[in-house]
Nanobody, 129 residues
């Protein structure tokens, strides 16, 4: 069983920065593709960013491209989401997810919630204007 735990959420002013961390425990998690999703109040959960198991491929939603950066440290089984120039519309619960399959770690797959096997409980990010 893989356990996914997010941390780093909090309150930040618009224009500020925040770094989220996601730690996955279990065997061979460094072969898993990892993704970040978010859900704002009253809205559906949406894709934010994803990274392949090697870290060589990264994907971003248009709404965060150029402001957020995803990275991973496989030695620490940890994925990061660096959030810069945050906006009030970034306010949401941010979820980290792990994809067990090592195949098809391409954008069309990595952006879909159904592609992931394990999910964390989420961490709240609130951006004040």
């Amino acid at each position: 069983q893989v356990r996914v735990v997010e941390s780093g959420g909090g309150l930040v002013q618009a224009g500020g920065s925040l770094r989220l961390s996601c730690t996955a425990s279990g065997r061979t998690v460094n072969t898993y593709g990892m993704g970040w999703f978010r859900q704002a109040p009253g809205k559906e959960r949406e894709f934010v960013s994803a990274i392949s198991s090697s870290g060589s491929s990264t994907y971003y939603a248009d709404s965060v491209k150029g402001r957020f950066t995803i990275s991973r440290d496989n030695a620490k089984n940890t994925v990061y989401l660096e959030m810069n120039n945050v906006k009030p519309e970034d306010t949401a619960v941010y979820y980290c997810a792990a994809r067990r399959s090592t195949s098809a770690q391409v954008m069309s797959v990595m952006t879909g919630m159904n592609s992931y096997d394990y999910w964390g409980q989420g961490t709240q990010v609130t951006v004040s204007s």
